[in-house]
């Protein structure tokens, strides 16, 4: 049998460009990632020999870094759409700083862990903090890949290649870091709930 006489020659696909497909199928293997970490985590924390301790409050803050940097994605985002070339370079500029600025604090943090006896690995470590440090470690470094992202688009929005109609790098970008936004907030919510 011919392809042609199954599918109609006027048959339409999802409609989404290849790279936002290759991107959506990255962000749900991330998912299933942590979703296999929490998981693990919930299921090593019944089994006993599991640490109470305090969060950071620096946590806390760098919750508020991402979700800031998240508006200043949209933003950009939406004016980019409206052909707003400055303001668009300037989210992006701004979503830039804040990413940084939630990876400096995600430091400080680790810092912060250690000062209070929540060790990674060693002699005096415990699971909870292993996973902590991992949880964290490993979202550092999908945001790390996400701030190259953006800066890619930020470079591209210089030479003019970004603006109402090649909005697929400022598309993926956005959708990518409002994905990594919520992942933190989901750990972040999760790591107060079962800590």
Avoid: C
């Avoid at 048959?11 to 959506?24: A, D, M, Q, S, T």
């Avoid at 985002?77 to 979503?95: C, P």
């Avoid at 804040?98 to 862990?113: E, N, P, T």
Wanted: net charge neutral.
């Amino acid at each position: 049998m011919n392809p042609s006489e199954i599918l109609p020659e006027n048959e339409v696909g999802l409609g989404w460009h290849p790279k936002r497909v290759l991107l959506v199928l990255l962000i749900f293997s991330i998912v299933m990632m942590f979703a296999a970490f929490t998981s693990g985590y919930i299921v090593r924390r019944d089994e006993g020999n599991w640490r109470e301790f305090d969060l950071p409050m620096s946590l806390l803050v760098n919750s508020i870094l991402i979700a800031l940097s998240s508006a200043s994605m949209q933003w950009s985002y939406a004016a980019a759409r409206k052909d707003e070339i400055g303001r668009m370079k300037t989210g992006l500029g701004i979503t830039l700083a804040l990413g940084l600025a939630f990876l400096v604090g995600q430091y400080v943090s680790f810092g912060d862990l250690v000062a209070g006896n929540t060790f990674f690995g060693g002699a005096d470590a415990n699971p909870s903090g292993s996973f902590l440090y991992v949880l964290m470690g490993v979202h550092a470094f999908h945001l790390v890949t996400g701030l190259v992202f953006v800066t890619v688009v930020l470079k591209r929005a210089l030479n003019y290649q970004v603006h109402s109609r090649a909005l697929l790098s400022i598309g993926n970008a956005t959708l990518y870091w409002h994905f990594l936004g919520g992942l933190w907030l989901y750990l972040y919510l999760f790591l107060l709930l079962n800590h």
